[in-house]
């Protein structure tokens, strides 16, 4: 019975880490190992290059995965807003081996101009890139989902890309990363399959070099990006504007409150915590003033994206305080 139980809880605490990091760690480590034999076989730089930006992937997504899962502990005594920064910690981490293989890549590229190979395989390559471009595009796809879907944006078919672009901002660090790598690999992949093509049938062998030092500045920028987005996790950012719009709303829309005097939201992880005072009407008594705080509480925390509200209550004083566009400068 031991056993059923543990192995219920190991599968219940794998099921909470960010799915787009999961399929992606397992999606490139496929890609990697065959790329890694291509490369070996083949001596194309291209390749290299390609298979060293999987390995970051793979390493990188699998150590999210594994932070993302971490920081959905509930909270405890000695840590009450929870772990939702860990996965910043791990994005982080994951960004120092993006910038590591970045190096090694442009390092490779800049040897392969001034010293040209010529690579051989060309159909091994070609097909190696082909699946490495279909998985890479699939983890793509379901990161763009997953962004959605953490974001609950609106959108139909081929609105899909616009609205993942639109709101990457607003999704957990993890759907992030694998968002921008997957785009940067797919991106590479094309790169990649362009430059074994021309490189097949050309004398323009340097081609490899300069193929290889794009995919390695992808990478670069890849490892800024998230890099930037993570510190400002890590020091406590307020919720996007929108977010907080959507919280003033469900207040506001409480028939006692008439104001909100103040108000901070400050995102952690994916989640956020809510801090304010709200004004109520004149002439309620203490009882029932507790009681619309705690309904208007309730009303915050039916939102699976709101960790914890801490409220305190005023008598309206004939003054309209909240405006979202002052409160966010």
């Known amino acids: 019975m031991e056993t059923d139980g543990h192995s219920s809880s190991l599968s219940s605490l794998l099921k909470k880490g960010n799915a787009s990091s999961g399929a992606a760690a397992i999606g490139n480590i496929g890609i990697a190992i065959i790329k890694g034999i291509a490369a070996f076989v083949t001596g194309s730089g291209t390749m290299f290059a390609s298979t060293m930006h999987s390995i970051a992937d793979a390493v990188n997504q699998g150590f999210v995965y594994v932070g993302s899962i971490l920081s959905e502990r509930e909270p405890t005594k000695r840590f009450p807003t929870g772990f939702g920064r860990l996965i910043n910690i791990f994005c982080m981490v994951a960004v120092i081996v993006v910038s590591i293989m970045a190096y090694e890549t442009i390092k490779e590229g800049v040897h392969l101009i001034q010293h040209p190979t010529v690579s051989h395989g060309f159909w091994l390559n070609f097909v190696v890139l082909l699946i490495s471009l279909a998985i890479d595009g699939y983890v793509l796809i379901k990161a763009m989902k997953e962004i959605v879907r953490e974001t609950r944006a609106t959108t139909k078919g081929a609105g899909l890309v616009r609205a993942a672009f639109q709101n990457v901002k607003r999704a957990a660090p993890p759907t992030r990363l694998v968002f921008y790598e997957d785009l940067v690999a797919t991106t590479g992949a094309l790169l990649a399959m362009i430059a074994v093509v021309v490189t097949s049938f050309s ?3 340097i081609l490899d070099g300069v193929t290889t030092i794009l995919i390695g500045l992808l990478m670069i920028g890849v490892a800024f990006r998230v890099g ?9 950012v307020a919720a996007p504007l929108d977010v907080e719009r959507k919280i003033a709303d469900i207040i506001l829309s409480d028939p006692d409150v008439t104001d909100i005097n103040k108000m901070r939201i400050i995102q952690e992880g994916r989640f956020y915590h809510v801090e304010g005072y709200i004004e109520l009407r004149k002439g309620l008594t203490l009882a029932v003033a507790d009681d619309i705080k705690f309904r208007v509480r309730d009303k915050l925390l039916a939102d699976p994206d709101i960790a914890d509200v801490t409220l305190g209550i005023i008598e ?6 909240w405006n979202p566009a002052v409160q966010q400068v």
């Open 228 to 236: 930037y987005d993570n510190m400002v996790g890590l020091i406590g």
């Open 316 to 321: 309206d004083n004939g003054v309209i305080d």
């Open 203 to 205: 004398n323009f062998a």
